[in-house]
T-cell receptor
């Protein structure tokens, strides 16, 4: 089956800890994205990547970091600098950035800070 | 003021009703408009995509864009309990631009 997988589904973090959310796609898509979803606020873009070894900040990048060492993988690290990390995190991918193509979403990771 | 506004609901309707979901936006450069459906605790999936103004129909779903009013709508005919979900509108100015999402409207269709 082709698609996007995210792990873990639920993640609990203590204050002051860094955590890494996994995102893998086997759709052979060039572009990958990370969004944060809070109740009533829709999806806000954290980071995106159009090509391996390159990525760009989105609207709310502070306190987050990413890497894109492989085409199929785009992990997101939520650092201790992120003041309010409790949220639902969604990873997406699309065929080619620069032309309209549907963004396909993963099932999400729900992060809770204890 | 948010760039894309969407009533959060919840919107509760009986099965078989016609549902109207709406978004308003402020950026006149937007010309690509999408509706995503998101079931609880799942990722969104693309439902409808429209370029510029006009209507687009797909089965029980109709998407309308009125650029002069900066207003888009999604109509669902003969609504079913399986349509119960959050509906997110999204839009962009150019094909390669990042999407700007509305906050989503939660729809509940009661049998």
């Amino acid at each position: 089956d082709g698609g996007i997988t995210q792990s873990p589904k639920y993640l609990f973090r203590k204050e002051g800890q860094n955590v890494t959310l996994s995102c893998e796609q086997n759709l052979n898509h060039d572009a990958m994205y990370w969004y944060r979803q809070d109740p009533g606020q829709g999806l806000r873009l954290i980071y995106y990547s159009q090509i391996v070894n390159d990525f760009q900040k989105g609207d709310i990048a502070e306190g987050y970091s990413v890497s894109r060492e492989k085409k199929e993988s785009f992990p997101l690290t939520v650092t201790s600098a992120q003041k309010n990390p409790t949220a639902f995190y969604l990873c997406a991918s699309s065929q080619i950035a620069g032309s309209y193509n549907e963004q396909f979403f993963g099932p999400g990771t729900r992060l809770t800070v204890l | 003021q948010k760039e894309v506004e969407q009533d959060p609901g919840p919107l509760s309707v009986p099965e078989g009703a016609i549902v109207s979901l709406n978004c308003t936006y402020s950026n006149s450069a937007f010309q690509y408009f999408m509706w995503y459906r998101q079931y609880s605790r799942k990722g969104p999936e693309l439902l409808m995509y429209t370029y510029s103004s006009g209507n687009k129909e797909d089965g029980r779903f109709t998407a309308q864009v009125d650029k002069s009013s900066k207003y888009i709508s999604l109509f669902i005919r003969d609504s079913q309990p399986s349509d119960s979900a959050t509906y997110l509108c999204a839009m962009s100015a150019n094909a390669g631009n990042m999407l700007t999402f509305g906050g989503g409207t939660r729809l509940m269709v009661k049998p």
